[in-house]
């Protein structure tokens, strides 16, 4: 069983801490417990690109940081290192601007998400 927080954002994400980096998340999952993290926003080319260099595959579909990348942690009982698991999410910010392609997006019927984000296979990412 895994204690686990799935909605993280990096710090490649507005109004968030610069220190939302693979090694911070991995420190303060194991201080808080939590045994697997999800990545958020692993669309984002430059996020991605620190990813795929400091996570390597634990289990089929997870991964864990890099040793070389790890901060050093006094928490007692952090023994098995968190697990990330990468995840991303559907913006849904709303604009008026006629020149912001998503203000353009309308849903025909309330199952229609065409021509909106698209799902892409976490396989073979790394």
């Known amino acids: 069983m895994y204690i686990a927080d ?6 490649f994400s507005r109004a968030t801490s610069k220190e ?5 998340l991995d420190l303060w999952a194991g201080r808080k417990g939590i045994g697997l993290v999800g990545t958020g926003d692993f669309t984002h080319p430059a996020w991605r690109a620190e990813l795929q260099e ?3 595959p634990a289990e089929e579909g997870f991964y864990t940081l890099k040793p070389q990348y ?3 942690s006094d ?8 697990r990330f698991v990468l995840t991303g999410e559907i913006s849904s910010i709303s604009t008026t ?11 025909s019927s309330p199952g229609d998400w065409s021509g ?3 799902s892409t296979p976490t396989a073979g990412l790394f």
Do not use: E, F, V, Y
């Open 54 to 56: 400091m996570l390597t």
């Open 70 to 72: 790890r901060l050093p």
């Open 116 to 118: 909106w984000a698209t």
């Open 97 to 107: 601007s006629s020149s912001c392609p998503a203000s353009r997006r309308r849903r």
């Open 20 to 24: 939302g980096d693979a090694p911070h």
């Open 6 to 11: 799935l909605h993280i954002h990096s710090r």
């Open 75 to 82: 928490t007692a009982g952090a023994a098995q290192p968190p």
